[in-house]
Antibody
Framework: QLHLQESGPGLVKPSEPLSLTCTVSGGSVNGTSYYWGWIRQPPGKGLEWIGTIYYSGSTYYNPSVKSRVTISVDPSKNQISLKLSSVTAADTALYYC??????????WGQGTMVTVSS | AIQMTQSPSSLSASVGDRVTITCRASQGIRNDLGWYQQKPGKAPKVLIYGASSLQSGVPSRFSGSGSGTDFTLTISSLQPEDYATYYCLQDYNYPWTFGQGTKVEIK
């Protein structure tokens, strides 16, 4: 059974880059899923789709972060990564990775909290 | 971007009540819509995909309907474990967008 586990630094200073990883177990990043997605949720607020990477390598990003975000896959580590440059307080959120099944996002990680603060 | 307007933003209901949540898309999205349930401190869980298909393992009291711009999630008889926040998500085109959420609370 596919399992996703996000990890990250927890605390990032404003204007610095953020790097998160999603480790996949029970499957391969290069074959198990048609795509992988990242979604975030600021404290007490709703869900925001960040971006999706397809098995082909194609990526799609939310315009709200498009100029700052990169999603990629590392087959050697069986991970999906999210990189966000020049973070601000508005990037403080719980970040999830997710993969499809019959639905758009059937399998979710437990999320990793990122706080942007000096 | 397609806007997903979800209503109500919150509601209070009693166990056994029939609950209806709606999502309206700013343009037609065929049936490319899912419904998600999120409990405090937990990741969202898919309930409905393709607007009306029940995800495996989800109780049959949940149902979805609609196509085009107007969609509905119905809980036929609210149970204690259904108190949560519900979101719709369109994946018709990019950027994928969530509704703002509906918090279902105990009356």
């Amino acid at each position: 059974q596919l399992h996703l586990q996000e990890s990250g630094p927890g605390l990032v200073k404003p204007s610095e880059p953020l790097s998160l990883t999603c480790t996949v177990s029970g499957g391969s990043v290069n074959g198990t899923s048609y795509y992988w997605g990242w979604i975030r949720q600021p404290p007490g607020k709703g869900l925001e789709w960040i971006g999706t990477i397809y098995y082909s390598g194609s990526t799609y990003y939310n315009p709200s972060v498009k100029s700052r975000v990169t999603i990629s896959v590392d087959p050697s580590k069986n991970q999906i990564s999210l990189k966000l440059s020049s973070v601000t307080a508005a990037d403080t959120a719980l970040y999830y990775c997710a993969s499809p099944g019959r639905g758009t996002f059937d399998i979710w990680g437990q999320g990793t909290m990122v706080t942007v603060s000096s | 971007a397609i806007q997903m307007t979800q209503s109500p933003s919150s509601l209070s209901a009693s166990v056994g009540d029939r609950v209806t949540i709606t999502c309206r898309a700013s343009q037609g999205i065929r049936n490319d819509l899912g419904w998600y349930q999120q409990k405090p401190g937990k990741a969202p869980k898919v309930l409905i995909y393709g607007a009306s298909s029940l995800q495996s393992g989800v109780p049959s009291r949940f149902s979805g309907s609609g196509s085009g711009t107007d969609f509905t999630l119905t809980i036929s008889s609210l149970q204690p474990e259904d108190y949560a926040t519900y979101y719709c998500l369109q994946d018709y085109n990019y950027p994928w967008t969530f509704g703002q959420g509906t918090k279902v609370e105990i009356k």
